[in-house]
């Protein structure tokens, strides 16, 4: 019922052109033949958006267009965006116009008026011509390029070298520990091994190696999405009926989907300090050594592959739509400092290296705050769960008072054709509360709660099979997680600033909620189908693979599509198949990775300070 209401409401909405008119509306993205007009003497390509007028005052296709536009998952037709061979296309405006960009402006201007419309350039991405391609082929190499190299060398070779030592060394109390951690085969066993006859309290963990890795098949599917609105796409209107079809409230009402990893990172931070602390006293001089060991955890994967766009990314490939990438890299290498300590979401926050990194440092700034809190509280834990409820009841009120003030909008207000464009550069809304430490604040305050409370009950022998209630509520929490996503389908046209507020102050909080549910009954061994499937042997290494398939399935990805000389041409199946593609090779890149980068750098770590 709920369903069906939803799916008119959003079926009835946004306007539809015949494909006859459709077909009037002057074409969105165009590229000529990059490769053919560069290897001409004196070829000169340009790429840019325009912005179109119309040249009488009641023109009726311009009028299509900006009633086409209205509708979110719709473009903005009033744009066009170019990639001319201008040489080719406008030769004998090279006489006149000595101004690279003023041709192509003047080359734009020409087709628009063909069209009956005017047009006003944007922005001009690039203007290159032969001799600056050429130029372009041969890279030289500069410092950060060579020491990166240096760096992936040097990995490769200790890898090697203690590779040998512990095939070689038999094993015995004097094996270096040291060494051993760089060694492939051990680490391969440890990326592939099973926990599950250790720690009954441990082993009830497992489930949520398989939540992890289908949370993250999630995103990728979701950014997968992304490349054919940031890029030049052949038929958008294929991708723009796609948008629009009301299961895909689901994608765009999903994004809260990564307060689920926010949620069991605190989670499991909290839990193991408080194990801890049933052998060792906990106190704040563990501080040091808990933040290192974060910072070991996440910073080599990290540092590797930011290092890796800022320096080869950009000059491994060329083409028309390549400017992304090289937009993308130059922000890697002005931000890579911010990325060595976490504050790249804080700083210059439009400027973005890898979109998915603000994530890291969302996750890290939490983590400071979570570790110290988690300490202070052990020391109180009769009042803990007290004082964590009041903690996020505070800090949803503050967001949303924030949300208020400031205008922010939920995401899902957000979702439209024009921003995915621009990956949300510029928008507040984005920038200040989605991707900042304090949106998701309340979703780890959960997560530490629900760390108190499960280790409290585990204290006290509490059996969760014996309270109905809450294992029937547990069983319907995915069922509850789908309908609160599509309930969105109700605020999605429009509402008032203070609902606005209330749905950014809320929705986080509420998603949380209902993931904790279902984390408490996983982690209490409440059978349940979803248990089961989530704990499946298989996920468990690919599990450990999280950070490394975050990073780079956005590499991997947008080096395939910004490479293509063609725009991207949309449909069902190839969308599918891309994604299935990048997943598989995101999850086999990763293991290399994880073996020879990651779990080394923990390895030593816990040598060390064992
Ligand atoms: C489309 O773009 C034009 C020009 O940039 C802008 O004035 C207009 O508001 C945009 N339309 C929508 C619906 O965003
Ligand atoms: C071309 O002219 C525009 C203004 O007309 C100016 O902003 C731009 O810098 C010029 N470009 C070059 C390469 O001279």
New binding site residues.
Partial sequence: MWLVLCLLLVLVSGKELTDEEYSRLPRLFHLDDYEACLARRGGLYCLGTFRLAPQTKDDEVYRMMVEYSKTPQHFNRTRVHRGYCVSARCPESERSE?????RFERCVERWAQSQGLRAAPQVIEY?RTTEQARARKTTELDTPMIIFTAVVFSLLFINVVCTAYDVMTPDSKKKKKLLVAWSMRSNWRRLTAHYEDGDPRLAALTPLQGLRVFIMLLVICLHSGLFYNMLYTHNTRSFEYMMKLPIMILARNGTSLVQVFVLMSSFLLAYNLLLHSKTHPLGFHMIPKIWLNRIIRLSPLHLMTVGFAATWWPVLNDGPMWYVVESSAGACRRKFWTHVFYVNNLVNPDDQCLLQTWFLAVDMQLFLVTSVLTLLLARWRDRALRVLAVMVVASSIVNGLLAYYFEWTPMLYLMTAEHYRTRYRGVPSFKWFYASPWGSLPASLIGLFLAFLHFDLQEKGFKAENHKWLVRFYHCTIPLVFCFVISGAFIEHGTTRLLGALYVALERPIYSIICTVCLFGMVNNVDNIARRFYAWRGFHALGRMTLAALMLHWLLELSLHAASPLPLAHSYYGFTYDYVATVTLTYLLSVPFAVMVEIPFQKMFAAIFA
Avoid: G, P
């Fill in positions: 000595r101004n690279e960009s003023s203007c």
